[in-house]
């Protein structure tokens, strides 16, 4: 696909076609690097995707036990 450079303010930017941006979801932020004469976009992703649906699907056991005593703090 060729595309050509437009004015960004003081910059200079492509227009990414809304066709190409259909195969992702929430496109944000990008990795830019520059190898052999070639400029490579790369999708970085939030780490945190998905978290919501697998907390709203879980069981939400909790992560200390409740017989703990306040005491036994110390020891762990």
Not at 23 to 36: R, S, Y
Request: hydrophobic fraction near 40%; charge should be negative; charged fraction near 30%.
């Amino acid at each position: 696909m060729q595309v050509s450079l437009i004015n960004i303010g003081t910059s200079r930017g492509i227009r990414i076609p809304s066709a190409v941006l259909k195969g992702f979801n929430n496109l944000d932020t990008f990795d830019l690097k520059v190898e052999n004469s070639r400029i490579i976009l790369d999708v970085i992703k939030n780490p945190r995707d998905g978290w919501a649906d697998k907390f709203k699907n879980s069981k939400n056991d909790l992560l200390i036990d409740d017989d703990l005593d306040a005491k036994d703090w110390d020891g762990l």
